[in-house]
């Protein structure tokens, strides 16, 4: 066999840029050593269409066990009656979800696009926008925050079949019990999709998305810090209420529906290898190492919005209960595509971001959004964070003065050195 070069080669320069630079994309974070193992494993050479106990193909009694330890970790982390845990990613979780759901034209409320909703709660350019009726609650203009009394009364009006609560730039807790009271005055299902915060969910820092609503959907590969993946969960299975039937004529249970609809609805074979590295973080996830992780995320993200606020930067809504906070620059003189490039020169990682009401296109953007998953995992503390804060301002004050952007680079490429990725196990 030839020994592939050009490949390793690439891995180990984005280990290096991983290592020398300050990572703030709120969404990414960094695995363990032993999740990185699991998912490079023998486990990847295994077909296994179906569920633990009824598969499609031979040879499953060992990823059988790998499957179930994964559900029952999940279960116990998030205290859920139910899990699926084959999602390859979030995207499909929602679209599993979705498809056990819904009738194509059926309404769904999601939450805008541009003031912080996904792509798949109902976007023009993805399936959800296509296939289904999408409509959406907005932020108020005056706040930044979700007015959840308005989105009851929308809920009333507009009578969805699906209501989508959670985003990918919103820094505030969510109000679910009363999205769910609106919800069972018209019959509609309540579909959390957790992807940001579910670790901090997870650990009781934020509301519980799964005490009020019928199903919960998120990534493992954010504030979770497990593979990149996705997962369907429910506090309590219930009996569908679109009332299919098992051939013996039993009303199927959701959890019967949305297995169905995960494979073979939307998927085919399941990632062994991916789903016993989220088994591997799951265990990581249910030590108190990762409640004092998780908890240090949120202390960092308030002292970074505590030290952007001293500076007069813009956070939507003023703050945050989680582990990200939406900065609007056009009191900076800066787009977000601008901010975005410049902070990549000197090694610093944000993305740019919509804000609320922006008057740019998506490709340019008023805003960037940072978070504190990923820097929390290499150890960084609050006074970093307000270090961090600190060479941000200084790369934008001076984004025509290539010397001192030079000068802040090597600062920025210093302080990393302190913190080694992968240290342990
Ligand atoms: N849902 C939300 C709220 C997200 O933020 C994301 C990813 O950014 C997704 C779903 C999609 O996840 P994936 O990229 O794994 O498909």
Known sequence: MKKETQIFKFIKEEEERQLRGIELIASENYVSKQVMKAMGSVLTNKYAEGYPGRRYYGGCEVVDKVEQLAIDRAKELFGAEWENVQPHSGAQANASVMYACLKPGDKILGLNLSHGGHLTHGSPVNYSGKLYQAIFYSVEKETGLIDFDKLYQQILEEKPKLVIVGASAYSRDWEYAKVRAAADQVGALVLADISHPAGLIAKGILNDALLHCHIVTTTTHKTLRGPRGGMIMMKKDFPNPFGEKTPKGEIKMMSALLDSAVFP???????????????????????????????????????????????????????????????????????????????????????????????????????????????????????????????????????????????????????????PLFAEL
């Open 265 to 419: 609805g939307v998927q085919g074979g399941p990632l062994e290898h991916i789903i016993a590295a989220k088994a591997v973080a799951f265990g990581e996830a249910l030590t108190d190492e990762y409640l004092y992780y998780i908890v240090q995320v949120a202390k960092n993200a308030k002292a970074m919005a505590k030290a952007f606020l001293e500076k007069k930067y813009n956070i939507v809504s003023g703050g945050t209960d989680n582990h990200l906070m939406l900065i609007d620059l056009r009191n900076k003189n800066i787009t977000g595509k601008e901010a975005e490039k410049l902070l990549g020169e000197v090694d610093i990682t944000v993305n740019k971001n919509m804000v609320p009401f922006d008057d740019k296109s998506p490709f340019i953007t008023s805003g960037i959004r940072v978070g504190t998953a990923a820097i929390t995992t290499r150890g960084l503390k609050e006074k970093d964070c307000v270090k961090i804060v600190e060479l941000i301002d200084e790369t934008i004050k001076n984004k025509d003065n290539p010397k001192m952007l030079s000068k802040i680079k090597k600062k920025v490429n210093q302080m990393m050195l302190k913190y």
